[in-house]
């Protein structure tokens, strides 16, 4: 038989039934790294572009990587986009929530307003307001942003750039995505 908590509401638990909880969210988190990389895989579908979204992830990773960006930024650029398998409406946002508890504030900020960086090169087209970044100029992360954007995001879109495969980079998702990186509830974001 499985094992199984004793309540039925929260605050009815033990300590029992929750240390029970962390041995299945410590198994969760270790099987992370793989969940990811699944959408990673998941992304190789064509959707309007000259490469697919999986293709424009690696080619991202890979500039940042051979620019010699440090490992969580070339993993942030392999992963950017993932917040497309689950959201697409707002696929920044959902990208740098599901990596908030594994980088660094800096690289959630620049994972969470990418989207609207983007909107630089091609807003003007679909009558949005290219200049929208600008409200954050006086972030201090504000370039940061703009270089992710000009650098690994924008321009990785050439079917004929030569990209490192996935099995390039899961060495480096799974030490990003390490359990032991997660920051503990107590220092969870607000």
């Known amino acids: ?3 199984t908590v004793g309540f039925t509401a929260m605050a009815d638990g033990t300590a029992e039934d929750y240390r029970l909880l962390a041995r299945y969210e410590d198994a969760e988190l270790a099987r992370f790294p793989d969940r990811v990389l699944g959408w990673l895989r998941a992304m190789d579908d064509h959707t309007g572009y ?3 979204r999986l293709g424009h992830s690696l080619q991202a990773a890979t500039r940042a990587h051979r620019a010699g960006e440090d490992e969580e930024t070339v993993v942030g650029a392999l992963l950017h986009d993932i917040g ?8 920044s946002e959902v990208a740098a929530a599901v990596l908030r508890p594994y980088v660094s504030e800096r690289l959630h900020w620049v994972l969470a307003h ?4 983007q909107g630089k090169y091609w807003f003007h087209h679909v009558g949005a307001d290219p200049d929208a970044r600008d409200r954050w100029a006086d972030h201090p992360w504000y370039q940061d942003c703009v270089d992710f954007c000009a650098y690994y995001d924008q321009n990785s879109f050439d079917p004929d750039y030569p990209s490192e495969p996935l099995a390039f980079f899961e060495p480096m998702v799974r030490r990003v995505l390490a359990p032991e990186r997660v920051s503990p509830p107590d220092q969870a974001p607000t």
């Open 1 to 3: 038989m499985t094992p």
């Open 50 to 52: 000259r490469v697919t």
């Open 114 to 117: 990418h989207g609207v960086f």
């Open 84 to 91: 497309d398998v689950l959201s697409p409406a707002n696929h």
